[in-house]
T-cell receptor, first 113, second 114 residues
Framework: DQQVKQNSPSLSVQEGRISILNCDYTNSMFDYFLWYKKYPAEGPTFLISISSIKDKNEDGRFTVFLNKSAKHLSLHIVPSQPGDSAVYFCAARDNNAGNMLTFGGGTRLMVKP | ETGVTQSPTHLIKTRGQQVTLRCSSQSGHNTVSWYQQALGQGPQFIFQYYREEENGRGNFPPRFSGLQFPNYSSELNVNALELDDSALYLC?????????????FGSGTRLTVV
């Protein structure tokens, strides 16, 4: 039972345009959501997060939107740059279930120059 | 300030063998979490250690065990290896157990079981 799903395994966008990565979840007890970026041969690095009490968090070119009623979150990257090409993971935390993060399967983003 | 280092980077083992993977946490971090990432999937939580005690465990069998040492470095041990154990094993350290957004991941150990 996948509690966090990223339904698009890959996404290709042109440099300068917007990248939108999507994530759906089923567990209504999740209270914190995070996005990680992973380059080949490196560990995931934290990108941006959002608490379940908010619907938007912005950090430079990166914005995360949370729609609790739809159990959906998205990561917007504007403008996209070739260096953004990586695998992006959505993760969620249930504060009542210990400290584990539940990850989605990832979306490979390719930004073309 | 050093990051999280994992060793070895790659490993090939035979089914039924035992393996030990090692992780040195980032300076100042007292919590270590281990994740398994199978090919094409997201990382899955194995367990977390905080101040040398197990502090949470995911849905993994008892043949997956761990240790944390007084310097907060950690080991992941897997007994009776199965082919499905082939994966990237990631270690992440943090300042404390609740500091998920402060996770620092290592580059992982790629384990292949043949």
């Amino acid at each position: 039972d996948q509690q966090v799903k990223q339904n698009s395994p890959s996404l290709s966008v042109q440099e300068g345009r917007i990248s939108i990565l999507n994530c759906d979840y089923t567990n209504s007890m999740f209270d914190y959501f995070l996005w990680y970026k992973k380059y080949p041969a490196e560990g995931p690095t934290f990108l941006i997060s959002i608490s379940s009490i908010k619907d938007k968090n912005e950090d430079g070119r990166f914005t995360v939107f949370l729609n609790k009623s739809a159990k959906h979150l998205s990561l917007h990257i504007v403008p996209s740059q070739p260096g953004d090409s990586a695998v992006y993971f959505c993760a969620a935390r249930d504060n009542n279930a210990g400290n584990m993060l539940t990850f989605g399967g990832g979306t490979r983003l390719m930004v073309k120059p | 300030e050093t990051g999280v280092t994992q060793s070895p980077t790659h490993l090939i083992k035979t089914r039924g063998q035992q393996v030990t993977l090692r992780c040195s946490s980032q300076s100042g971090h007292n919590t270590v979490s281990w994740y398994q990432q199978a090919l094409g999937q997201g990382p899955q939580f194995i367990f977390q250690y905080y101040r040398e005690e197990e502090n949470g465990r995911g849905n993994f069998p008892p043949r997956f065990s761990g240790l944390q040492f007084p310097n907060y470095s950690s080991e992941l041990n897997v007994n009776a290896l199965e082919l499905d154990d082939s994966a990237l094993y990631l270690c992440a350290s943090s300042l404390d157990p609740s500091d998920n957004y402060g996770y620092t991941f290592g580059s992982g150990t790629r384990l292949t079981v043949v």
